[in-house]
């Protein structure tokens, strides 16, 4: 989309009062337009939403708005089937377009980034290019991305152990600790991630104990709801009750692993109740892991 004045860029967004109609089975439908992937307001709302009851909105994610003709479809949609509006889009028209025709129509909308590019464009002095193609760059930072995934992959539940030293981070438990979700996550963030997975009784890979203690994350989860998860998984499998899902048998494993992390030096982190982006979070925190050179930031 063609960029316009200055005085359009730096227009105020409107936000009306909340007059949506509700959605699908009385929730309250939400509109999220973006001009890219959507993945950042779709972060956003889901965040944000976290705080209302679970059923109360219906979000409805309209991303790759990169034309007038298609932002003339959505808002034609948005205006047949009303709902609150929040977009995300970088060309100052686009969103004078969606705030106005939201404004005309009586529907609530909020932009989502455009008073924080204002405000660093008014801190810093330096104009914003309100050029969306630049938010997915091929730059070193998506290449070092890309190959983090790929060291990730290859280095899953102990494979690669001749080239685990190469690791940034390095997980390790017992079965069924959320170690390859954990990995995968934060090897989207850009960070070299491998996890080795643990048996009492069975000693621990002589690569993975030659590691830097700092390099390496023990995780252990509480007993009983570890249980649950390797109980339902036998379910899905068909095994029946084995030692595997045996409450003893758990008890003992987790025990067998704390000591080994403790005598190992390396950092421990109980992943009982967390969501993956927390226990990642956490695991960064722990390390003092620095920013992946930008990787999985935008």
Request: charged residues 25%; aromatic residues 6%; contains cysteine.
């Amino acid at each position: 989309m063609k960029k316009v004045s200055e005085s359009a860029h730096a227009t105020t967004p409107k936000v009306l009062p909340p007059r949506g109609k509700p959605g699908r089975a009385g929730r309250q439908t939400v509109y999220i337009l973006s001009d890219s992937t959507g993945n950042l307001p779709r972060h956003m709302l889901t965040a944000f939403l976290t705080q209302f009851p679970p059923e109360a909105f219906a979000l409805q994610a309209r991303p790759f708005i990169q034309s007038p003709e298609k932002l003339t479809e959505v808002l034609a949609e948005v205006t047949r089937t009303p709902g609150v509006v929040f977009h995300a889009v970088v060309a100052p028209e686009a969103k004078a377009r969606i705030n106005d025709t939201c404004a005309a129509v009586g529907l609530p909308v909020c932009d989502l980034t455009g008073g924080f590019v204002t405000f660093l464009e008014k801190q810093s002095g330096i104009k914003a290019s309100a050029d969306y193609r630049q938010l997915h760059h091929l730059d070193e930072s998506y290449h070092r991305r890309i190959r983090a995934m790929e060291y990730t992959l290859a280095h899953d539940d102990g494979l690669g152990l001749d080239t685990l030293n190469k690791a940034e981070v390095v997980l390790a438990g017992i079965s069924r600790t959320s170690k390859t979700p954990t990995s995968v996550y934060l090897a989207q963030q850009g960070y070299r991630v491998a996890n080795v997975s643990l048996a009492m009784g069975v000693e621990p890979p002589a690569e993975l104990l030659k590691l830097p203690p700092k390099r390496v994350v023990g995780l252990v989860i509480q007993p009983d709801k570890l249980a649950d998860i390797r109980t339902r998984r036998n379910h899905e499998w068909e095994m029946g009750d084995t030692a595997y899902n045996d409450p003893e048998m758990i008890q003992e494993e987790l025990t067998w692993s704390r000591r080994l992390f403790s005598r190992q030096g390396w950092a421990i982190l109980d992943v009982t109740d967390y969501a993956i982006e927390e226990t990642a979070g956490r695991i960064i925190e722990k390390l003092e892991l620095a920013a992946a050179s930008g990787g999985g930031r935008k």
